[in-house]
């Protein structure tokens, strides 16, 4: 299929719109965990919603997205307590912690996978595309489910925009006037619980924590004001998302997930080497300039 | 009215006891200096003076009422070292950020609050450096760029963690200028200072810590060797010696 071809046809239209909504949610949520320096957070976060997936699955035998969604965001919240009560009660460090969780639920999560795949149903064996991602799969009740959760992220985020900005550059002077900063915090985290389910489908568990990462990243090469880099983000995300559900569609066996996050580490090795100001060629010949 | 009442402050990091016990009460109006060695609580008694640390026991007034209802009388500049100064923002946004108590949930600053940021870069020489990014700044100018950011609060009693550590000349001076002036105009300033070199000459009122209240008063009948020796264990020069060794050490740490 060429481009044209893609554009007009139905499953592609749902493809292109859940995917690109999928990298403007996760761009968005991802500048906030990124400078909160919670990337790794993310990846524990999506790979714990593997055994959430399969146990709504398991216990309501459906699989709409929406069923399967609730669970993993459920689950994703339970690895973020845990995370949470380790940290503060066991007095380990943060990263033991985050490997533990990360291990424990992705565990849990592939074993129950093994199971309802090997079981011989039908109907099961499809749910290992959360593991990769699989954009074609994707159906018009899906990339609905998608754009509501979106709406509600980014809506949150430009409603307490203010907010989130001094709670993750300064927290120390956001409690100082009085903002509840762990209540901010919860939310913060809730949203990126939404932006990591929505990207569950089209990108994966495995590899969901680079779509939050990713855009950030290459955003803030190019500007130095926190909108910009949001917006940028949301770009990113966007093209990102786009070209790899694209690809994967129009070649047979190509699993939509690794192709976005090759897709997007284009965009970041070219920010990372080219953006003005901070881009490793300019400082390079800044620095040999004089 | 004393501007800052506290009572029985005890704050425990986990089982370590920081702070045991602290009584301490501070004219409105004056220039007060937290002074002790290190480790001896200082910042952590600003903090759990702005409720940002939990506290075992104690209570504490601004103003003669608990710190919760008396916010907007509250001006607070952390150390400067507590943000990450490569954050994407502007010098003029981060001022503005002075302005968000008032301004309250979800409202953003407009035309005023811009004003009044840029009104409080000028007091602190700054004002030609509000669209540069933060992370630009010399470690001093960072320093003034929170400093006008407290201002743009518009409190009456100020808490600054060390703010003239490791800043040029210039920036004490600016630093110390604008203190005087909110002293002069009644508002009270309460600052962890690390120079006792220093302290005498800028601060009236002192507060001598290391866990414990050792001494708190005017200048004159506080700052007194005898007080010093208690506060920092062994002999004043030693004292004086390590704080000189510290400052070299946070030099060497910046280079």
Same mark, same amino acid.
């Given at each position: 299929m060429n481009i044209a071809e893609l554009l007009s046809d139905y499953t592609a239209r749902n493809v292109a719109l859940g995917s690109s909504l999928l990298g403007v949610t996760s761009g968005v949520l991802g500048c906030f965990a990124v400078l909160r320096r919670q990337g790794l957070l993310g990846d524990v976060l999506a790979h714990a919603a593997l055994p959430g997936i399969c146990l709504a699955y398991l216990l309501?035998?459906?699989?709409s997205s929406l069923v399967l969604l609730l669970g993993a965001a459920i689950a994703g919240w339970l690895a973020a307590l845990a995370l949470l009560q380790i940290v503060q $009660?066991?007095?380990?460090?943060e990263d033991s912690a985050l490997g533990i969780v990360l291990s424990t639920f992705f565990a849990a999560g592939i074993t129950l996978l093994t199971f309802l795949t090997k079981r011989g149903d039908a109907q099961g064996?499809? /749910?290992?595309?959360? /593991?990769?991602? $699989? #954009? +074609? +799969?994707?159906i018009e009740e899906d990339v609905f489910v998608i754009a509501v959760l979106a709406a509600i992220a980014i809506g949150a985020t430009a409603l307490f925009y203010k907010e989130f900005k001094l709670l993750t550059f300064d927290a120390l002077f956001a409690r100082s006037i009085g903002l509840p900063t762990q209540a901010l915090s919860v939310l913060l985290t809730s949203l990126v619980v939404v932006a990591i389910v929505i990207g569950l489908q089209t990108v994966?568990?495995?590899?969901?924590a680079a779509m939050l990462i990713g855009p950030a990243v290459a955003a803030r090469q190019w500007t130095d004001r926190l909108g910009v880099m949001v917006a940028l983000a949301a770009l990113f995300g966007a093209a990102a998302g786009l070209a790899g559900a694209l690809i994967s569609l129009s070649?047979?066996?190509?699993?939509?997930g690794p192709v976005t996050i090759l897709s997007l580490t284009l965009i970041v090795l070219f920010s990372l080497l080219l #953006?003005? +100001?901070?881009g490793l060629v300019w400082r390079r010949l800044n620095r040999s300039g004089g | 009215m004393n501007a800052l009442d506290i009572h029985d402050l005890t704050v425990s990091y986990r089982d370590k =006891?920081? &702070?045991?016990d602290v009584d301490l009460a501070i004219p409105a109006g004056k220039l007060a200096a937290i002074i002790g060695p290190n480790g001896a609580g200082k910042s952590t008694l600003l903090k759990a003076a702005l409720g940002l640390v939990p506290t075992v026991a104690g209570s504490v007034l601004v103003h003669g009422q608990p710190y919760a209802k008396q916010r907007h009388l509250v001006g607070y500049v952390p150390q400067?070292?507590? =943000? !990450?100064? !490569?954050?994407?923002?502007t010098v003029l946004d981060v001022v503005l950020m002075g302005t968000y108590r008032r301004l309250g949930w979800i409202r953003r600053p407009g035309k005023a609050e811009r004003a009044r940021a840029l009104a409080c870069l000028d007091q602190v020489g700054m004002a030609d450096h509000a !669209?540069?990014?933060?992370?630009? &700044?010399s470690g001093g100018q960072q320093q003034r760029v929170f400093l006008a950011r407290a201002l743009a609060q518009d409190a009456s009693v100020y808490f600054l963690d060390e703010?003239?550590?490791? =800043?040029d000349a210039v920036t004490e001076q600016t630093i110390l200028s604008v203190l005087q002036d909110l002293a002069r105009q009644g508002r009270t300033i309460i600052c962890v200072h690390h120079d006792l070199d220093s302290a005498p000459q800028y601060f009236d009122w002192v507060v001598l810590l290391n866990?414990?209240?050792i001494a708190s008063g005017p200048l004159a009948t506080t700052f007194t060797a005898d007080n010093l020796r208690k506060t920092y264990g062994g002999s004043m020069r030693a004292a004086i010696a390590h704080f000189q060794h510290f400052e070299e050490e946070l030099e060497q740490a910046k280079r």
């Open positions: 309501t035998n459906s699989k $009660q066991a007095r380990l460090s064996a499809g /749910l290992d595309r959360f /593991l990769f991602g $699989q #954009a +074609a +799969a994707l994966g568990v495995v590899l969901m070649a047979e066996n190509i699993p939509t #953006a003005p +100001a901070r | =006891v920081a &702070l045991q400067r070292s507590s =943000v !990450d100064w !490569d954050f994407p923002t !669209d540069r990014q933060i992370g630009q &700044l703010p003239m550590a490791g =800043v866990m414990r209240v």
